[in-house]
């Protein structure tokens, strides 16, 4: 839990994810949106060398709907479950699903909900939570991902899901003062906790089987999307790319990179990547310095697209830090953005991210 918190303290201060923005983004009520239909990754050529590949791209989910494993499965309740609230664990009885208010950093308990059918029982949403039908659902999350506890209990929910990432941590716990339960689940941000997240959050639903299906479909679209990945990836290690990710707050004057334990390594790794900051021993998110961005000389930099965006984009990016010019990404101009909502939001669309992402990494022309 402690990079966890570490990223709630740190966004509570000065993280102002514009996710709204993109809110709905594509979205019909009920429907998958805009779609588009690509070629299989496995179709795709592979580049001689991918450190000659040069320009910015955005990597755009072909699909942003999440698609139940089942259709509003009934829950069995009462149903006891473990909470882990900062450094201890409680038991927790959870009587009634019928009213759920769901919120993380990331928007990922929300869509794991929605990935066990469960859509329906949500009535509270985080900012991060924008994939097709959930428009309609109403935010308690402030700027700064901060909750808003007045608008929590105005929905009158029957139980309260989260991991701790939004706070301030006391004021939610201070829910449970006032009879609503509150659920503390681990969510960590790898693909592997994203299966991880469907068991738990099934439980405290109490739709286990659906949590099992779930947790599966994760697992295996991922295994695939990994199979058609590893064509792409240099067997001579010099070449693959290193690959670093920037948090971008332009307008705040905030240059995060992202290390160990943050989700971006997971992406970088699964991406066939060198993880720079991983190399560098950096855990958690840390400032960007000129010297360590210099000597990390990445190929290749990792954001997200309403960062890029506070900059003016790349050529204001690159003004902004012009140590960033010197690298080889900065050279070239080989910068992969992808939407706030998508990119570390680890759940049923996880394959879909990461297919998204190697398609603009290795395959930039493919991309829609």
């Given at each position: 839990?402690?990079?966890?918190?570490?990223?709630?303290?740190?966004?509570?201060?000065?993280?102002?994810?514009?996710?709204?923005?993109?809110?709905?983004?594509?979205?019909?009520?009920?429907?998958?949106?805009?779609?588009?239909?690509?070629?299989?990754?496995?179709?795709?050529?592979?580049?001689?060398?991918?450190?000659?590949?040069?320009?910015?791209?955005?990597?755009?989910l072909e699909n942003r709907a999440i698609d139940p494993v089942q259709s509003d499965a009934k829950p069995v309740?009462?149903?006891?479950?473990?909470?882990?609230?900062?450094?201890?664990?409680?038991?927790?009885?959870?009587?009634?699903?019928?009213?759920?208010?769901?919120?993380?950093?990331?928007?990922?308990?929300?869509s794991t909900m929605w990935g066990l059918g469960q859509g329906k029982r949500l009535v509270g949403r985080d900012?991060?939570?924008?994939?097709?039908?959930?428009?309609?659902?109403?935010?308690?999350?402030?700027?700064?991902?901060?909750?808003?506890?007045?608008?929590?209990?105005?929905?009158?929910?029957?139980?309260?899901?989260?991991?701790?990432?939004?706070?301030?941590?006391?004021?939610?716990?201070?829910?449970?003062?006032?009879?609503i339960p509150v659920v503390f689940v681990k969510n960590d941000p790898s693909f592997a906790g994203a299966s991880?997240?469907?068991?738990?959050?099934?439980?405290?639903?109490?739709?286990?089987?659906?949590?099992?299906?779930?947790?599966?479909?994760?697992?295996?679209?991922?295994?695939?999307?990994?199979?058609?990945?590893?064509?792409?990836?240099?067997?001579?290690?010099?070449?693959?790319?290193?690959?670093?990710?920037?948090?971008?707050?332009?307008?705040?004057?905030?240059?995060?990179?992202?290390?160990?334990?943050?989700?971006?390594?997971?992406?970088?790794?699964?991406?066939?990547?060198?993880?720079?900051?991983?190399?560098?021993?950096?855990?958690?998110?840390?400032?960007?310095?000129?010297?360590?961005?210099?000597?990390?000389?990445?190929?290749?930099?990792?954001?997200?697209?309403?960062?890029?965006?506070?900059?003016?984009?790349?050529?204001?990016?690159?003004?902004?830090?012009?140590?960033?010019?010197?690298?080889?990404?900065?050279?070239?101009?080989?910068?992969?953005?992808?939407?706030?909502?998508?990119?570390?939001?680890?759940?049923?669309?996880?394959?879909?991210?990461?297919?998204?992402?190697?398609?603009?990494?290795?395959?930039?022309?493919?991309?829609?």
């Amino acid at each position: 839990m402690q990079f966890r918190r570490l990223t709630a303290a740190v966004a509570i201060t000065f993280m102002v994810v514009a996710t709204a923005a993109c809110s709905g983004q594509g979205e019909s009520e009920g429907g998958a949106g805009p779609q588009t239909t690509l070629a299989p990754l496995s179709e795709m050529s592979v580049p001689a060398d991918p450190r000659n590949l040069t320009g910015t791209h955005t990597a755009v989910l072909e699909n942003r709907a999440i698609d139940p494993v089942q259709s509003d499965a009934k829950p069995v309740l009462p149903v006891t479950v473990t909470s882990h609230d900062r450094a201890k664990e409680s038991s927790v009885t959870v009587t009634d699903t019928s009213r759920v208010v769901a919120f993380d950093m990331a928007g990922s308990i929300a869509s794991t909900m929605w990935g066990l059918g469960q859509g329906k029982r949500l009535v509270g949403r985080d900012i991060s939570t924008d994939f097709p039908g959930s428009k309609k659902i109403p935010i308690v999350t402030k700027e700064g991902h901060s909750i808003d506890i007045e608008k929590v209990i105005e929905l009158r929910p029957t139980l309260v899901l989260t991991d701790g990432t939004i706070g301030p941590l006391d004021v939610v716990e201070q829910l449970r003062d006032v009879g609503i339960p509150v659920v503390f689940v681990k969510n960590d941000p790898s693909f592997a906790g994203a299966s991880e997240l469907a068991h738990q959050v099934a439980g405290a639903l109490g739709v286990p089987e659906a949590g099992e299906l779930l947790a599966q479909r994760i697992a295996s679209e991922l295994d695939g999307v990994k199979t058609e990945i590893a064509r792409f990836v240099p067997k001579d290690e010099a070449k693959r790319l290193r690959m670093v990710f920037l948090y971008i707050r332009g307008n705040s004057g905030v240059y995060y990179l992202f290390g160990d334990e943050s989700g971006a390594d997971d992406l970088i790794s699964s991406l066939g990547g060198i993880d720079v900051a991983k190399e560098m021993g950096w855990e958690g998110m840390k400032p960007m310095t000129d010297e360590a961005i210099v000597d990390a000389r990445p190929d290749l930099i990792l954001t997200m697209t309403h960062g890029l965006d506070s900059t003016d984009g790349v050529a204001g990016l690159l003004e902004a830090k012009p140590a960033l010019a010197l690298t080889p990404a900065g050279k070239n101009s080989r910068i992969i953005d992808m939407a706030d909502g998508d990119i570390l939001t680890f759940g049923p669309r996880s394959a879909r991210v990461l297919d998204a992402l190697a398609r603009a990494v290795y395959s930039p022309g493919s991309t829609p």
